[in-house]
């Protein structure tokens, strides 16, 4: 019940956002912020709830689950379940989550109503896709994803948003039917082979398919993941995105969207389609070390800040298809690693970036420098994030790519060596990065004020997450080590 | 008395977190109070345990916490302690609360005050964390600390983009070793199944033969590490650059301890390197020839901290070359005296710098010695133990120790013996050349600032350290040797342990002469060298480092930015926009043949059907 009052909240939060606008702005960005920090205490509450359970390595079951029957004919279930890997992740949601809304709260000043409600949709879909144990319904919350943040690019971004946002739609759209065509394929194989229409994750599990028929439908589901995380070479919407949206916008896209196709990748693709993932890997595992190296090497060629990190997080997000791909249990609980933490930081540079833009407006790296002596606060924590970003020991960032990178080299080492020079290839954009806004002369004259309290509280507490992730990781990889054991049980099985 | 253990690197780090936090709204007294404050009680907490640890029997582990547990990686927050890492909590103690008490005064106008402090002790407490760590991955995490705190503090003054430019240098450069550092820890965690430090030793010396591909792989991307951080052939060009910051940090980071960590690495695993001694052999000679090469480029800068740069990457080659040859401990002991010594001479120089409204040409200082007496007393010293003045100075023992061995040693031989005793007459001659021009002559620029109580109480005690140090030879030699295994002398031959003394006085006392000769006596003779054709160019040569900056640059800087540059709008988004650009010409195309002319149509139709009727009837 817990889990439908997760999604509850924020939809409903939503409609009432957008009702009380009318009235009151300010009574928005407050009910909007509720429904957040309530969703984040529930996830807490269940995680306090479970502890014990989390604590039993190899307990397999849900912690929570709702299933009801939504359209019996067609086996479609509203079958909802939580364990460690989506309690994470769905504390990673409300957490961003909640700090978009605080630093859109000056930032956003048009159809402020509208904006949240759409805020708050995308967040009810991301907590939907992380919970979603039925592929119809997976599939529901994923297209109930893009329709909001198409709005959220196209409403209020910059001059050029409006292509952005088509772009968007149209790289998203286009995976998204191809998974969709997978998933109905999927769906008729197992009607074929076992006579039972069903939707339900935990069945389609045991679909005896072809190996090439897996292949194919296997390749559904990447196209969709693929896009949407962005993996190389498909990942160009991701700066044009980042670059003419609105700063809670950004945050949301890097931060969260690109973990629901990295969880996807965990959860659907590979436990599903073992054999042909295992196939595949090769293939995907390659793209993933070519875009490290390559977003790296983009993300040192730009000015504006806002695609820059964009690009950083393209790099880094190669890290997590590596690690799902070498599927052993150190690279997978590095990629989970990487996924909370790399929301972190990459959400944090990009908040960061939004409050320069607010008070200089101006991204690009050619017209700052030397902002280290005017605002010493925001300086400083735009080093400590790009250290984070740099994959600096006692960090989390360090931790998730240290365990990927260690996993790797189990059975891949040629991928582990080249992506290791990725992790090198992380300190030219991130020291340039500073050196160029930060550091040098003032030679623009720049004068602004420094972080506000409401800026500096978001920022003090992100840091602090990855401080604490990064030299006590132990709690948070506990949490979601049973969920990944069971996965990876579940795969062990059908490869043999 | 040793569970106070974990307090030595927690105190510096609190100090930092309190100065980063809160520094700001500190006065300058505070700010030092707490800045110098913490690295003294790490200090005292350190002497209060010599009791405790000499009396240790075994090794002492203190763990902290689990730091993750995957998958049987099970790496632990452990501070481990035996005779090693004792002596490196000492001097990175000691001598950097020296450093800081220096600081405290020579800082003292700086606007970033509480920074620097807090970059200082944050320093302090990576290092700790470095030298104490039980594991490679913790070690690692000091490793990358200290490497984030040089690049802080050589970019200290951030306003001038050169500095920030040499802080990114020595960050990328030391971070190229790093990278194979890295992959030797995955190497060696896939093959041994641990980090522990004492563990992968166990087991490697178990499961592997001498000789194996896997020790000599496993050795050879440690070596990378070692060689970027300790700035040694090939990747020593970022250290001279480094000079840019602030001198305290040139004395503590770039000279006495963060540049040693590579020595304690390959000290600290020394098994492995038993184990390939192929690689055991090319650390001797990295360090051999980078002594070398550090020297003669010493001879021609006219900074008077870039000499000392390249003496310091110089005299880690000498520690290189002793652990090349497997004389582990009497690395360790130069790396004591080097610490001492060459913490003195720069904040000597220092001093000088300050005195002349930051001057750091040589050739517009000198005749200091009766201006600056403390300057002139405390760096002739430190000189002397540098080039190992016989009997009377720390540094002669322990190089000799090093020449001696770097015969005896199985591992050791003539060739490497000849290269130690060029370096000693090297040294010698670069730096009297330094105190000659500097300290005598005639004065070039009047003195404004002389240096106060906070200033001289340091370097005198490293004065006075970097004379006796090396009458604690012999029972630190035993104390260490009870953790590290004592070098087995194998060769005697013609060679002496006294006649090696003799000729390497003999050295020193040639290098003396020629630098007495050249830069007091008959100073248009080096000038005339200078300036004859080929001394000109070997002069811009060695000036230039050997061109290994030219090279890399030319290598790999140029190529990178080059691709950066030339796809920053990213190549594959045409690919995308070439296919929207099909379909709106395909959109195009096909609307210009929707004209509304009914002709035009009846024409298109009539066509259409001509050529279908042709196919068919064709096929």
């Not at chain 1, 005017?374 to 994959?391: E, K, N, V």
């Not at chain 2, 890492?85 to 509480?114: C, N, P, R």
Request: with cysteine; charged share 10%.
């Amino acid at each position: 019940m817990i889990l439908i009052c997760l999604i509850a909240v924020l939809l409903a939060g939503g409609v009432l956002a957008a009702i009380s606008a009318r009235w009151n702005a300010a009574m928005a960005r407050w009910i909007a912020l509720a429904s957040t920090v309530i969703d984040f205490a529930l996830v807490l509450f269940i995680w306090i709830n479970h502890a014990g359970q989390i604590a039993l390595l190899n307990s397999t079951a849900w912690l929570e689950q709702v299933n009801w029957t939504w359209i019996p004919q067609l086996g479609i279930h509203f079958h909802l379940a939580i364990d460690g890997l989506s309690l994470l992740l769905l504390a990673l949601t409300f957490f961003v989550g909640a700090f978009s809304i605080l630093v859109s709260w000056t930032e956003i000043t048009e159809s402020i109503g509208f904006f949240h409600l759409n805020v708050l949709w995308i967040l009810a879909g991301i907590a939907g896709v992380f919970l979603a144990v039925d592929l119809f319904l997976f599939y529901f919350a994923w297209e109930l994803m893009l329709v909001p943040m198409y709005f959220l690019i196209a409403l209020w971004g910059r001059e050029r948003r409006a292509r952005a946002a088509v772009k968007f739609f149209l790289f998203t759209q286009a995976g998204g039917l191809l998974m969709l065509v997978a998933i109905l394929a999927l769906y008729f194989f197992h009607y074929r082979s076992t006579g039972v229409f069903t939707f339900e994750y935990v069945d389609l599990l045991n679909t005896p398919l072809t190996a090439s028929t897996a292949l194919w439908i296997m390749l559904g589901f990447f196209a969709a993941f693929a896009v949407k995380l962005p993996l190389f070479p498909f990942h160009t919407w991701l700066p044009d995105a980042c670059s003419e949206a609105s700063t809670p916008v950004c945050v949301i896209l890097a931060s969260l969207l690109a973990k629901t196709a990295a969880y996807g990748m965990i959860r659907f693709l590979i436990p599903l389609f073992p054999n042909a993932a295992r196939e595949f890997a090769p293939v995907a595992m390659a793209l993933g070390v070519v875009g490290i190296l390559y977003g790296a090497v983009l993300a040192f060629g730009q000015t504006d800040l806002k695609r820059l990190v964009a690009y950083t997080s393209i790099s880094h997000l190669g890290f997590i298809v590596l690690a799902v791909f070498s599927w052993n249990e150190l690279a997978l609980q590095g990629a989970v690693m990487t996924m909370i933490c790399h929301g972190l930081s990459v959400g944090a540079l990009f908040i960061l970036i939004g409050a320069l833009d607010a008070r200089i407006h101006t991204r690009d790296l050619d017209r700052m420098g030397g902002l280290w002596s005017t605002a010493p606060r925001l300086s400083g924590a735009a080093l400590f994030f790009a250290l984070a970003s740099m994959g600096l020991p006692g960090l989390g960032d360090f931790v998730g790519e240290f365990l990927i990178l260690l996993g790797t080299y189990r059975d891949h080492p040629v991928f582990a060596i080249v992506a290791a020079i990725g992790v090198l290839a992380s300190t030219f954009y991130a020291l340039r990065l500073i050196q160029r806004a930060f550091q040098g002369p003032n030679v623009h004259r720049v004068a602004m004020p420094d972080l506000v309290y409401r800026e500096g509280f978001v920022i003090t507490l992100m840091a602090g997450a990855l401080l604490w992730l990064g030299l006590n990781p132990q709690p948070v990889l506990r949490t979601f080590s049973p969920a990944l054991h069971a996965l990876e049980t579940t795969v062990q099985i059908h490869r043999q | 008395m040793l569970q106070l253990l974990w307090l030595i690197p927690a105190i510096p780090f609190l100090g930092a977190l309190i100065l980063a936090l809160v520094g700001r709204a500190f006065s300058r007294r505070m700010v030092a109070v707490v800045g110098v404050g913490s690295v003294a009680i790490a200090a005292g907490i350190s002497l209060a345990i010599v009791p405790a640890a000499l009396a240790l029997q075994a090794p002492y582990t203190q763990v902290l916490w689990t730091w993750m547990n995957v998958a049987g990686f099970r790496p632990e927050i452990a501070l481990y302690l035996d005779p090693m890492s004792f002596l490196m909590i000492l001097v990175v103690t000691f001598v950097g609360f020296l450093i800081h008490l220096y600081s405290a005064e020579s800082m003292e106008q700086d606007e970033g005050y509480s920074r620097f402090f807090a970059y200082m002790n944050l320093f302090v407490g990576s290092m700790l964390v470095l030298v104490l760590a039980d594991n490679l991955l913790l070690l690692y995490l000091g490793w990358e600390g200290v490497g984030l705190c040089s690049y802080l503090l050589i970019g200290f003054w951030y306003k001038d983009s050169a500095n920030g430019l040499a802080a990114r240098k020595a960050f990328i450069v030391t971070r190229v070793g790093d990278t194979a550092m890295l992959i030797g820890l995955f190497l060696l965690f896939h093959n041994l199944g641990t980090l522990q430090i004492q563990d992968l030793m166990h087991r490697a010396s178990v499961q592997w033969p001498a000789g194996s591909p896997y020790a000599i792989a496993a050795a050879a991307l440690l070596l990378g590490g070692a060689v970027g951080k300790s700035a040694q052939l090939p990747l020593q060009t970022w250290l001279p650059d480094a000079m840019a910051g602030p001198t305290p940090t040139s004395a503590l980071i770039h000279a006495a301890t963060m540049v040693t960590a590579g020595v304690y690495l390959i000290a600290r695993t020394h098994v492995l390197y038993s184990l390939a001694p192929q690689v055991q052999f090319a650390v001797a000679v990295v360090g051999a020839a980078t002594l070398l090469l550090a020297g003669f480029s010493a001879l021609t800068q006219p900074d008077i901290k870039r000499v000392l740069a390249y003496s310091t990457i110089s005299q880690i080659g000498y520690m290189f070359l002793a652990l090349g040859v497997g004389a582990w401990a009497a690395a360790l002991l130069h790396f004591m005296v080097h610490a001492f010594f060459k913490a003195l001479l720069f904040l000597a120089a220092g001093i000088v710098i300050d005195a002349l409204h930051d001057e750091h040409n040589i050739f517009r200082m000198g005749g200091l010695r009766k201006e600056l007496p403390i300057a002139f007393w405390t760096f002739l010293i430190g000189g002397c133990s540098l080039a190992g003045l016989p009997l009377v100075t720390a540094g002669f023992f322990s190089k000799d120790l090093i020449l001696w061995n770097a015969w005896a040693s199985p591992h050791g031989g003539l060739g490497l013996w000849v290269v130690g005793i060029a370096g000693v007459l090297l040294t010698a001659l670069y730096t009297f050349r330094v105190i000659f021009v500097v300290f005598f002559g005639t004065r070039n620029t009047p003195v404004t600032h002389r240096p106060r109580y906070r200033v001289i109480v340091p370097v005198a005690v490293l004065a006075a350290l970097s004379l006796v140090g090396g009458l604690v030879k012999a029972p630190l030699l035993a104390f260490l040797n009870s953790a590290l295994p004592a070098l087995v002398e194998v060769r005697a031959g013609f060679l002496t342990e006294l006649l090696s003394a003799i000729v390497s006085g003999l050295a020193f006392a040639t290098g003396l002469g020629s630098a007495y000769l050249f830069f007091i006596r008959k100073r248009q003779y080096a000038d005339a060298l200078a300036a004859s054709s080929a001394g000109r160019r070997l002069h811009a040569f060695w000036l230039a480092d050997w061109a290994f900056d030219w090279f890399y640059d030319r290598a790999f800087v140029r190529p990178v930015v080059w691709m950066a540059a030339i796809n920053r709008r990213d190549a594959i988004d045409s690919v995308f926009n070439a296919i929207a650009w099909l379909n709106r010409s395909a959109h195009f195309t096909l609307s210009r043949s929707q004209t509304g002319s009914l002709r035009w149509y009846a024409a298109v139709i009539g066509a259409g059907a001509v050529i279908f009727a042709g196919v068919i009837l064709l096929a």
